[in-house]
């Protein structure tokens, strides 16, 4: 397919200068390499790996995933070699391929966070975002994200050890979207993800002589059924950082896209429609620059 068009549709997320505010979802694009059959990956703003720890997770057993209405519900727990075979296996291939790229990481403990950062600082990983939906295994399982004085601690640790482009990639499941953004903002973040999958169950019944059998599955919903959230969740967020905003949830078609911006993304990413449409996220690049053709913009900056 490759670029129709030479708009500029170019963002700074940080330190990053991304050639178009198109970036694939943690989690929902492998390490990149999955979808070079598809996509010139290289056509993309950037992507984000998928979930890394410091040692090698086996993720939860099957069943892992679950379609509902408009969405995907996912109990993966993490599946991944570790930060240490990332660096070793993946890591060279993504530099050959020249694309920017963000490395997900995610922790158990505060600890486990900032050696995460620490390693991406020395070697000399230009990006990070922090999945801050752990469960803090410290501090009684409690999501990292969800406690203010937590989050502010962790962030700021971070930052501490880690120069590159920082991203803090918020939960939906809080009441005070605000608070914890300015939170993160203050900690020294320099980017703000939002929103990661939502908090849902699947219910299925079967009726056996007379009885019913309940099955369930929990995890995080993803796709379209989650856009009204997160939309509002930014509209929430905006007026009280300056930072840049990375929307996401259900994005599909352009207009997703364009309702994101409006609302004040920066970027966006594209996670649950990865695996509908491999080609969707360079197929949003060009759909995006023609939106802007049509309209007669010369940049993505003149759009909202
Ligand atoms: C199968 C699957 C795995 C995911 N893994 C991660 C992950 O490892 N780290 C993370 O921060 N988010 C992860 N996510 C969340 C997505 O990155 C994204 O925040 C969420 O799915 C909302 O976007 P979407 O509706 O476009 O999928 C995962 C989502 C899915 C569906």
């Not at 990149?32 to 056509?43: P, T």
């Not at 406690?147 to 499941?173: F, H, M, W």
């Not at 078609?253 to 409006?262: A, C, G, K, R, T």
Request: aromatic share 6%; with cysteine; hydrophobic share 40%.
């Amino acid at each position: 397919m490759g670029l129709k068009h030479n708009i500029d549709l170019s963002v700074n997320i940080g330190k990053l200068k991304l050639k178009n505010p198109i970036i694939t979802a943690s989690g929902t694009f492998g390490y990149a390499d999955e979808f070079d059959e598809y996509i010139d990956v290289s056509s993309l703003g950037a992507i984000v790996t998928k979930g890394i720890t410091l040692e090698p997770w086996k993720g939860n057993p099957q069943p892992r995933v679950q379609d509902v209405n408009n969405g995907l519900i996912n109990r993966i727990g993490l599946e991944n070699m570790g930060i240490y075979s990332f660096i070793e296996q993946k890591l060279p291939i993504l530099r050959k391929k020249n694309i920017s790229f963000i490395i997900n990481i995610a922790g158990s403990s505060e600890e486990e966070y900032v050696k995460l950062a620490k390693i991406s600082q020395d070697n000399s990983i230009e990006a990070i975002e922090l999945n801050l939906s752990c469960p803090n295994v410290k501090q009684g399982c409690l999501e990292f994200g969800k406690d203010p004085d937590t989050l502010y601690r962790l962030v700021s640790s971070i930052r501490e050890v880690y120069q590159g482009t920082l991203i803090a990639k918020l939960t939906s499941n809080i009441s005070y979207p605000a608070q914890m953004a300015e939170l993160v903002q203050k900690a020294g973040a320099d980017a703000i993800s939002a929103i990661n999958t939502v908090k849902a169950m699947h219910v299925s019944l079967n009726c056996n002589n007379n009885k019913f059998e309940k099955t369930i599955i929990q995890g995080g919903l993803s796709g379209p059924a989650i856009k009204p959230i997160s939309l509002s969740f930014i509209n929430e967020i905006r007026p009280v950082v300056d930072i840049p905003i990375i929307g996401m949830g259900g994005i599909t078609y352009v207009q997703d896209v364009l309702e994101f911006l409006s609302v004040g993304a920066n970027a966006l990413q594209i996670g649950t429609a990865n695996f509908t449409h491999p080609t969707i996220s360079e197929q949003l690049v060009d759909d995006l620059g023609e939106i802007l053709i049509k309209n007669n913009k010369k940049s993505l900056k003149e759009m909202f």
